[in-house]
């Protein structure tokens, strides 16, 4: 089951979620992409590890390809770390835990 602290973006919501302060995590995923399946339960986990310091929020290129299109995502899982609306970070394919940790980590920095 999906953890309730993370924000399932739209093309309506996606730039005033990843606009507004603090850093968002953005994960672009497709339903039937594995490596996505895979990543899912982590992303649960992180959300609820670091609610109320970050946004974790996720957007399926299926529905929303032009959103995606926009940032040059190609391959999926493509994460991609905002903070204060730029992007200062992503990561392509499947990350454990410990990388993407370290990957919020260095964005509350």
Do not use: H
Request: with cysteine; charged share 20%; glycine share 8%.
């Amino acid at each position: 089951m999906a953890s309730p602290n993370i924000i399932t973006l739209t093309d309506t919501n996606f730039n005033q979620v990843v606009k507004s302060p603090g850093v968002v995590l953005v994960d672009f995923w497709a339903e039937w992409c594995g490596p996505c399946k895979m990543l899912a339960p982590v992303l649960d986990e992180l959300a609820n590890e670091y609610a109320g310091k970050i946004k974790i929020a996720k957007l399926n290129v299926d529905d929303y390809g032009n959103v995606a299109a926009s940032f040059n995502v190609t391959s999926i899982p493509m994460l991609l770390v905002f903070k204060d609306g730029e992007v200062i970070g992503q990561s392509v394919g499947y990350r454990g835990k410990p990388a993407l940790k370290a990957m919020i980590e260095d964005a509350l920095r």
